[in-house]
């Protein structure tokens, strides 16, 4: 059963930075490497948007809002995908959750969530 566990959220300050990590098991290596894996965002009556991910085409995707400010990386030897986000500001607040589309399956996978708040 594939799980995606997020965490890293929390509370900081506007112009702080945070680090969020998504651990990814009951999947094989392949499927942790090749597939889209990444990080979505949903902020209260917004729609869930692209924070940035891992295409699984060996590229990255950064949402509009975040580039320059945010980066991914991974280590494959622990499953772990990392979005570090600094020069954070209150329009990053929301539910920050991990996504997984494997190459080999037809469903796609989220984690439950974790929560950024950012205080101006």
């Known amino acids: 059963q594939t799980q995606l566990l997020e965490s890293g959220g929390g509370f900081v300050q506007a112009g702080g930075s945070l680090r969020l990590s998504c651990k990814a098991s009951?999947?094989?290596?392949?499927?942790?490497?090749?597939?889209?894996l990444g990080w979505y965002r949903q902020a209260p009556g917004k729609e869930r948007e692209l924070v940035a991910t891992?295409?699984?085409?060996?590229?990255?995707e950064y949402g509009d809002s975040v580039k320059g400010r945010f980066t991914l990386s991974r280590d494959n030897t622990k499953r772990t995908i990392y979005l570090q986000m600094n020069s954070l500001d209150a329009e990053d607040t929301s539910v920050y959750y991990c996504h997984l589309r494997p190459y080999n399956a037809s469903r796609e996978y989220w984690g439950q969530g974790t929560q950024v708040t950012v205080s101006e």
């Open positions: 009951g999947t094989i290596l392949s499927v942790f490497n090749y597939s889209p």
């Open positions: 891992y295409t699984g085409r060996g590229g990255t």
